[in-house]
Nanobody, 122 residues
Framework: QVQLVESGGGLVQAGGSLRLSCSAS????????MGWFRQAPRKDREFVAA????????YYADSVKGRFTISRDNAKNTVYLQMNSLKPEDTAVYSC???????????????WGQGTQVTVSS
């Protein structure tokens, strides 16, 4: 059972930056692909970014490409999402997720965190 805990959310002005962290309890964290998803009010959960177990492969949603960067530190059992040039439309609850196998843009992850709120003011 993988337990995931996100942190780093908050309120930021448009154009600002935040770095989200997701810490995993699993000692074999390095064997899981990780993803970040977000859900805005009255909208479906949507893919943001994903990274392979080694960190060598990354995927991004078109809406965040060039502004967000996903990375991981397997020694610390942590995956990060650096968010720059934030826009009001980035406002959502951001959740990390873990899965065996390769990274995925789909919601086919077996383990999910509770999420952290990101609010971008205009």
């Amino acid at each position: 059972q993988v337990q995931l805990v996100e942190s780093g959310g908050g309120l930021v002005q448009a154009g600002g930056s935040l770095r989200l962290s997701c810490s995993a309890s699993e000692r074999t964290f390095g064997s899981y692909a990780m993803g970040w998803f977000r859900q805005a009010p009255r909208k479906d959960r949507e893919f943001v970014a994903a990274i392979s177990d080694s960190g060598g492969i990354t995927y991004y949603a078109d809406s965040v490409k060039g502004r967000f960067t996903i990375s991981r530190d397997n020694a610390k059992n942590t995956v990060y999402l650096q968010m720059n040039s934030l826009k009001p439309e980035d406002t959502a609850v951001y959740s990390c997720a873990a899965r065996r196998g390769g990274p995925s843009r789909l919601r086919n992850y077996g383990y999910w965190g509770q999420g952290t709120q990101v609010t971008v003011s205009s």
